[in-house]
């Protein structure tokens, strides 16, 4: 089971970047994928998360109505489209993104204690 970040970079702020996380080696399709991500000196704090092959979608309020989930499901690899517009330098973070099979996502997707997958992270930065 491996989780696979990429998509991070800079961006001006006001524009889009788009992540992906590639998931791998799992036995279904149905999979609770979250993006959290962590500035330096705060929290990780959850952006949003989403069940795959179709279920509940959760976002941060803070992202609401700005970060947009997708996904693509192939015979082995499932992945997770973040994308997220109208960035603002407040959201310059390091992004993990995590995930657990089996488990549909909740009011409680946000806690982190949830997922036992996690990817090596995508850094985004945001100019203003």
């Known amino acids: 089971v491996q989780l696979v970040e990429s998509g991070g970079g800079s961006a001006q702020a006001g524009g889009p970047l788009r992540l992906s996380c590639a998931a791998s080696?799992?036995?279904?399709?149905?999979?609770?994928m979250a993006w959290f991500r962590q500035a330096p000196g705060k929290e990780r704090e959850g952006v949003g998360s989403?069940?795959?092959?179709?279920?509940?979608?959760?976002?941060a309020v803070s992202v609401k109505g700005r970060f947009i989930f997708s996904e693509d499901i192939a015979e082995n690899t499932v992945t997770v489209y973040l994308q997220m517009n109208s960035l603002e330098p407040e959201y310059a973070a390091m992004y993990y993104c995590?995930?657990?099979?089996?488990?549909?996502?909740?009011?409680?997707?946000?806690?982190?204690?949830?997922?036992?997958?996690w990817g090596q992270g995508t850094q985004v930065t945001v100019s203003s």
């Open positions: 995590a995930a657990i099979e089996g488990r549909a996502c909740s009011l409680s997707w946000a806690d982190a204690r949830r997922y036992n997958v």
């Open positions: 989403t069940y795959t092959g179709g279920g509940n979608t959760y976002y």
């Open positions: 080696g799992y036995t279904w399709n149905k999979i609770c």
